[in-house]
């Protein structure tokens, strides 16, 4: 195999391997101003196992930092949770991936796009 068609493959497997990867969010906290980036939302700027994702603490801006995994737990989110007072709960943030949630509970959205904690279906 040619040292281009190796090249090739890594980059393909470091891609796919960061695409399970997401950024932490903040939530709806609004970003600061005056923030200095290192990174400029491309991760292939980072080393390997980091993504160019936003931070708002201090420094704020685009840094190379590690990413969350992105593992899906088994279920469904629930479409319409009712008896979660958390469903209606507009402006809130609670998790980012499934792995953030206990247990079995899965990273949904609620009815105002807020992620929440749900027992899948």
């Not at 290192?38 to 801006?61: A, E, L, M, N, V």
């Not at 209606?88 to 949630?101: E, H, P, R, S, T």
């Amino acid at each position: 195999m040619s040292f281009i068609s190796v090249t090739i493959i890594l980059l393909l497997i470091i891609s796919l391997t960061n695409a399970r990867k997401i950024c932490p969010s903040h939530g709806f906290v609004p970003q600061p101003r005056n923030c200095k980036s290192t990174c400029s939302q491309i991760d292939d700027q980072c080393p390997i196992d980091t993504k160019c994702c936003y931070h708002i603490g201090q420094p704020c801006g685009f840094h190379c930092i590690i990413p969350k995994n992105n593992i899906k737990k088994s279920g469904q989110c629930p479409t319409l949770q009712t008896d979660n007072p958390s469903w209606f709960l507009c402006d809130a943030f609670f998790c980012d991936v499934d792995n953030d949630c206990q247990g079995l509970e899965k990273c949904c959205s609620n009815s105002c796009g807020s992620k929440i904690c749900l027992t899948p279906q």
